[in-house]
């Protein structure tokens, strides 16, 4: 429950917040939250996130207009292993198909599709599937 200052009749009430969607990108990139900030310390989130990788579909969250379908496929994920101080950054690509590869450095190798979710997951990159 939030409770907000009303300037209309100066009490504090309670409020929500609405946010309409009326139109999505091609390209959707999505940043998970990683690093917990506060007054005394900084933490690294290892929280295990399973996202969508096929069919991540957000038609019903189009307010107005919602005549086509928004799917999206995932094309990429950038990773982060290490804590706040300092870390490491890879990438899982896919290349058509079921194929995926791991970009780390100057090395890059395929990878399976199983293992493209990890709780080091920080950025995922998503096309719109035109039908």
Known sequence: ??????????????????????????????????????????????????FPVDNLDLSAYISYGNDKPYRYMLYAISNHYGSTGGGHYTAFVHHGGDQWYDFDDSHVHPISKEKIKSASAYVLFYRRCFE
């Open 1 to 50: 429950m939030i409770i907000k200052y009303c300037p209309r009749c100066k009490e504090h009430r309670q409020a929500s917040k609405k946010l309409d969607l009326w139109r999505l990108p091609e390209v959707l990139v999505i940043h998970l939250k990683r690093f917990q900030y506060s007054r005394f310390m900084k933490n690294k989130l290892e929280t295990y996130v399973n």
